[in-house]
C-alpha cells in the first residue's frame, strides 16, 4: 500500500496534544493514510481499505505495548551484564562490586515484574524475539550516553529521581536512537508515524507509577471507545461514499485550478474536511477547518494550508447557507 508520510522528531505536539491516546486527530491521520494508498492503488477496494485502517490502529496499540517491553527487559539486560563481570577470570573491583542503580530503579522494577504487561505481550504476540540483538545493542549505547552515566553518579535515591531518569533515558535516547527507528520502519509501514504518540502513551504510564505500586497500569487503546470508534467509522465511510459529490463541490470551489492540477494530498483532505462538516452535527465547522488546516501543514506542500483554507471556508459557508451543513449545539458557531 501507499502511504503519505512526513518526517518528524518524536514527540512533538501536533499528532498527541494533551490526550496522550488515541485521540481523533490521530485518527484523522490515519484515515488520511488509508485513503492516500486507496485512491492509488486500483486492487484496494472499500472493504480492504477500512480492514485496513483497523490494522493500523491495532499496529499503533502494539508499538505502545512493544515500547513498555524494550524499557521492561533493559532490567533483565543490565542484570546479565553484573552477573558476566562477576565470572570474569580477571574481574575489577568494579566487576565485584558493581553499581546496581539502574536494576534497582523502582518503577524498572514494576515494568520488568508486570504481570498484566507479560499476559497483554502474551496475548497480542508482541516481543522482541527477532531483535534481541538490537535490545541489547540499544542497552549498550544507552550505558554510555550521558543520562545514564549521571543518573548512575548521582548519590540521589528517591523514587521520583528514578521515575524522571527513566523518562529522560527512554524519550532522549531510546526512541531516538537510528538503528530502532529503521527496525520500525521494516516492521510496519505505520510504526515510524505511530512512534510520537505510542512514545507519550509510555511516558504516562511511566509517570502514573507510584512509590507502593506493585503492578502496572497499562492504558487502553481509545480515549471513549464508543465515540471514537464511531467517528473513525463514519468518516471513512462517509468520505469514501461523499467522494463524487464531494470532489465536485473541491471543484467548484478552485474555480481556475483544474482537479487534476490539486495535489491528491489536498484532495483527499478537503473531501475528509467536508465529509466530516456533513455528518458529524456536533462539531464546529471551525475545529473542523482548523483541523485540516493543520493537516495539511504536515502532510502537503508549503502554500497548501492556504488553498485549503480558501477553498474550505467558501464552501462551509454555501454549504452552511443552504442547509446541507446543520450544526448543534455549540457546533452552530
Known sequence: MHIVCVSKAVLTKFATRNDDMLNRRHLRIKILHILY??????????VKAKKALDHSIDKMYELYLLLLSMIADLQGLAIDKIEAGRKKQLPT??????NTKFVRNAPLRVLANSKKLENKLAETGVG??????????????????EEYTEYMASDE????????????????????EEAFQEMLEEESIFWMDDLDLASSMVIKTI??????????????????????KHFAKMLFTQTLAQGEDNEALIKEGAQNWELERIALVDRILMKMALAEA???????????????????????????HGFINGILDQLFTKLNESGEIKKTGRGLI
Open 128 to 145: 522482541w524475539g527477532n531483535n534481541r540483538e538490537l535490545l541489547r545493542n540499544l542497552f549498550r549505547s544507552l550505558i554510555e550516553h
Open 207 to 228: 509517570k502514573s507509577i507510584k512509590e507502593d505500586d506493585e503492578e502496572l497500569n497499562i492504558l487502553p487503546l481509545w480515549r471513549n471507545d464508543e465515540d471514537d
Open 93 to 98: 573491583p568494579e566487576d565485584l562490586h558493581p
Open 37 to 46: 494508498g486507496f485512491y492509488q492503488d486500483e486492487d484496494l477496494d472499500a
Open 157 to 176: 535515591r528517591s523514587f521520583r529521581h528514578d521515575r524522571e531518569s527513566l523518562v529522560r533515558m527512554f524519550r532522549k535516547h531510546l526512541i531516538n
Open 278 to 304: 456533513k455528518t458529524f452535527s456536533s462539531i464546529p465547522l471551525k475545529v473542523t477547518l482548523n483541523e485540516y488546516i493543520e493537516l495539511s501543514k504536515y502532510y502537503s506542500t508549503e502554500k497548501s
